[in-house]
Structure formats: structure tokens, C-alpha cells
């Protein structure tokens, strides 16, 4: 556990933060459309999740950031095959994207699925990030911001600096049984333990 003085978070400066070309008009249609809820996953991978979120979920939109640029062809030849209007599919820097884009409290909910953990470095880790706090700003009272990893340590801060510093409530801490990401399904595969936190915000 962390002593509460380690819990610190720097300002986040959105001046130091590259800004991106204007969305296209599809694009701007998608993320003003009100008549739904409208959700983000950051770090989708190839698209396994936000696929099938999408697919259960018809009364909801999707927003689905990934980085990485071979992962986001796996992900865009799978959504070309299922032609999904409620998923709109970003190939950006999350933090640029989000900062440039997305307005204060437009989203319903968050989903990080296991992130890279950087066990080496804690300023990499999305909770203890000055981002969290743009990140946050977007999202609606009483949305919510969902998490999940095998690393215990993760989980563990992601619980410590939700709680403590970003003043989130925490409304599921679980163990996740069913895959929903290449990753969740190698690492159920191998008998690791896979937790889900959905902590929601109150302000």
C-alpha cells in the first residue's frame, strides 16, 4: 500500500499536448449524435472488444483508440467485416485525440483493458498520469471509468489513486471469467487471475 504522500499526481498541461487535424464530418456526426450513450475504450488492440461491445450493446456508441499501427489494421479489416454504425474506429495517440476532440463531460463510460502496466515507471501508468485528470473531465457524473489487468500491483494502485486522489467511487472490484481481449484470453489460458474495477465518478 501506498503511504498517501506518494500519492501525487503533476498538472496536466494541455499546451504541451500535439494537437490533431479537425474530425472528418462522419467522425463529428458520430461523437455529437446525443441520442445514445457514447462510451471510449483507449487501447483497443485488434478490436476483439470493442467488436463484440458493439455488437451487444446497439443502444450505445463506441469510440475505439488504438496506437499501434499493426494492431489497428488487424482491427480495421475486422470492422470492415461487420460494418458496425454504432463503433467508430481511431487509428491516434489516445492523450492527443482526447485532449483535441472530446469535449467535458461527453462520455459515459471508460474503458482501459489491460494497459501496459510499466512496472518500472509509475508516470507511465494511466491512473498516475496528469491526463487522468483531461480524461476525467470528459466523462459525465456518474459515469463511469472501468479497468482491467492480471497484474495485482496495478490493480492494486489503480484502487489507491482512484479512491484517494481522483475521488472516485468504486462500484465492482471482481475476477474476470469470460475473455473479452487476446490478452484477457492468454492470460486466463495460463491460470492467471484477471480483475475488473469499474469505479464511477460523483462530481
Request: charge should be positive; charged fraction near 25%.
Amino acid at each position: 500500500m501506498l503511504n498517501p504522500k506518494e500519492i501525487n499526481v503533476r498538472p496536466f498541461d494541455k499546451s504541451a499536448v500535439p494537437q490533431l487535424a479537425p474530425l472528418s464530418e462522419s467522425e463529428r456526426h458520430f461523437i455529437e449524435n446525443i441520442s445514445t450513450p457514447i462510451d471510449l475504450e483507449i487501447g483497443c488492440g485488434v478490436g476483439w472488444h470493442p467488436i463484440t461491445y458493439a455488437q451487444n450493446n446497439p443502444d450505445r456508441r463506441l469510440i475505439a483508440i488504438e496506437h499501434t499501427a499493426e494492431k489497428f489494421k488487424k482491427f480495421e479489416r475486422r470492422f470492415e467485416k461487420h460494418q458496425l454504425l454504432n463503433l467508430l474506429p481511431i487509428h491516434a495517440n489516445a492523450i492527443s485525440w482526447v485532449t483535441t476532440h472530446l469535449n467535458e463531460e461527453c462520455l459515459d463510460r471508460i474503458f482501459l483493458l489491460y494497459p501496459n502496466p510499466n512496472p518500472k515507471d509509475r508516470a507511465k501508468r494511466w491512473i498516475c498520469m496528469p491526463f487522468m485528470k483531461q480524461l476525467l473531465s470528459c466523462l459525465k457524473k456518474n459515469g463511469q471509468l472501468i479497468f482491467a489487468s492480471n497484474e495485482i500491483f496495478y490493480i492494486e494502485e489503480v484502487m489507491e489513486y482512484a479512491l484517494h486522489f481522483w475521488k472516485l467511487e468504486l462500484v465492482k472490484n471482481e475476477r474476470v471469467e469470460l475473455a473479452r481481449t487476446h490478452f484477457e484470453k492468454k492470460y486466463l489460458q495460463r491460470g492467471e487471475t484477471c480483475t475488473e474495477i469499474i469505479l464511477k465518478k460523483n462530481y
